[in-house]
């Protein structure tokens, strides 16, 4: 059992783990914590109010005997540069600096396949193959990883990060077959990079029959997936994997404009 402080908690992820992770203590924390009603300006079911980019608001919430941050908050998707900076990219290095501060030892950092989202289908690609990041939000997550590097070559930190694929209840295209990632698979994820030292780069995917992402970096740190998206694989039928969305990893991303 750890004492967690969970950003971006009022998000589709955040749901996910806090409906999973129920014998850790969470500190549930957003930039706009739902109310009951969902309007996003209270703090319906605990979760406070903050901002990642306060760093002394950050201070503050990792000094609460906290063992481990698990860092979601931010911006999903393609956005202006500048916004994914301040946020994405700046709101990560202040999480990571709160953290160090506040001596708390580890920290999971939400990365993306986009971090990596121009390389080529091959099989077996290696969790820590180098970041090709495919849109401007692939970028910040890159370097939300080269952050999370530098925390721990500098300080010790340990530091996960997670190279998510698709998170969903369950896959939505021939796509999703390959780079599924199960709402418990997350939690599973989540929980190995809990007690993993060093700092790692692991791709966020189910046990997927069609994966064809490396399962080297999970089986280092412990995680072990147990779902997979085969049993949907008939509602799509066969993908062609020489179009756009199965050829690289990020899929489509990468071909339109960059900025949102």
Known sequence: MAVILLTGASGRLGHMLRERLTHHTLLLTDAEPEDGDGAGDGDGD????????????????????????????????????????????????????????AGVPRVVLASSNHAAGLHERRDDLPDDVPPRPDTYYGWSKAALESLGRLYHDRYGLHVICLRIGACRPRPEDARDLSIWLSPDDLARLVEASLTATGWHLVWGVSANTRRWWSAAGGDAIGFHPRDDAEKWAADFGEPDLTAPQHRTVGGQSGTGRLGG
Request: glycine share 10%; charged share 30%.
């Open 46 to 101: 605990g979760v406070e109010a903050l901002d990642v980019t306060d760093g002394e608001a950050l201070r503050r919430a990792c000094a609460r005997g906290v063992d481990a941050v698990v860092h979601l908050g931010g911006l999903a998707w393609e956005r202006p540069f500048d916004d994914l900076l301040d946020v994405n990219v700046r709101g990560t290095e202040r999480v990571l600096r709160a953290a160090h501060e």
